[in-house]
């Protein structure tokens, strides 16, 4: 029997079309791309209504693509989820920590050029993606781009100028695929602990911003934010191993920040960097409340806040959901 796999179509460049003012979605793939594998796998479409461009995304996407995949993940064997590759590794990792307990692999994929232009990528990317579906049943959620498949947690888009768009600088590939081999397994599935299934929810109206530290005036900049008070929860994006600078009044207003319950995530702004206990330079911060990211990149940072926002997570509740995702080893300091 074939396996039955809901597909959401959520827009983006792999259904575009040309207009007068460039590329926008179009609804006409789900008419024909999938039509090379109907003798492989069943296929039911759900088209959203608008079709976006990711650039566009908002929370409230999100909650209702949530809400669909929380229906038919139980009536089907797999989701295929289309996706523009702006954003893509945030929704992934949305799908990943939003729907706890999953037991059916969700595969996002999209493409750098629209299905139908010359050399493009997508039709690779369709395939792949359709030949991971109908050969693993894994419960996981995953990237699939440019003959890889990602895990959601650490993936991040890495390039706007060729097909190998995507990474996973910590994690790696889990499988490679050659359309003459098919998929080979080069890594385990990491699978964070097991959890009662049921789906987060999120709250439309979580504010999460993300600041980047850089020489210079960077700190009395953050501070200021932090002490306006408009956020629920920020990301600081720092250096190496979660190094800052100790600088007093940058200090005192996480501090006051995080007093107030705030939340403030400690992330390296190395592709490759794990925020720890390492360096007495990264000490003031760490003593003035801000949580440890470990291995967690921004697009798992902006996910992980906006749930934590959503449900109410207290700094200790966010460090053991670092934890369980295994993206710190030790407790956060």
């Known amino acids: 029997m074939k396996k039955r796999i ?44 608008p079709l976006i461009d990711s ?36 929704t992934a990792n949305l799908f990943a920590l939003a729907l706890q307990g999953l037991d059916k692999p969700v595969v996002l994929t999209g493409s750098q050029l629209p299905f139908n232009a010359p050399d493009s990528d997508a039709p690779h990317n369709l395939a792949a993606a ?33 097909a190998a768009g995507f990474d996973n600088p910590h994690f790696g590939a889990l499988a490679e695929w050659t359309a003459t081999d098919g998929w080979k397994r080069v890594a385990e599935a990491r699978l964070p602990d097991a959890v009662v299934p049921k789906l987060r929810l999120l709250d439309t109206a979580a504010k999460v911003v993300c600041h980047t530290l850089i020489p210079g005036f960077a700190v009395e900049a953050l501070a200021e934010s932090l002490d306006s008070g408009r956020a ?3 990301i600081v994006q720092s250096y190496g191993h ?70 109410g997570w207290t700094a200790s509740l966010l460090a053991d959901e670092l934890q369980r995702l295994r993206l710190t080893e030790t407790a956060p300091a």
């Not at 650039?55 to 064997?77: C, F, G, H, M």
């Not at 996981?140 to 060729?162: C, D, H, L, M, R």
């Open 6 to 49: 809901f597909v959401l179509y959520t827009g983006g460049t792999i259904g575009m079309q040309q207009s007068g003012q460039g590329l926008q979605p179009d609804t006409a793939l789900a008419g024909s791309a999938l039509q090379p594998y109907a003798d492989q796998l069943d296929f039911d479409w759900h088209i959203m209504q």
């Open 55 to 90: 650039s566009a995304l908002t929370v409230q996407n999100w909650r209702d693509w949530l809400v669909i995949l929380a229906e038919k993940i139980p009536q089907y064997d797999g989701i295929l989820v289309l996706h523009g590759t702006d954003t893509m590794a945030y």
């Open 130 to 162: 359709v030949a991971l579906l109908e050969c693993d049943d894994t419960p996981q959620v995953s990237i699939v781009f440019n003959g890889k498949q990602y895990p959601a947690v650490g993936s991040s888009k890495v390039s706007t100028e060729t």
């Open 232 to 234: 629920g929860a920020v």
């Open 242 to 311: 979660g190094n800052a600078p100790d600088d007093t009044g940058f200090i005192e207003a996480v501090r006051r920040y995080t007093g107030r319950g705030g939340l403030l995530l400690n992330i390296s702004q190395a592709a490759q960097g794990c925020v720890a206990a390492v360096y007495a330079q990264g000490s003031a911060l760490r003593a003035a409340g801000a949580v440890s990211g470990g291995k967690c990149n921004l697009e798992t940072a902006t996910v992980l806040l906006t749930l934590a926002l959503s449900e």
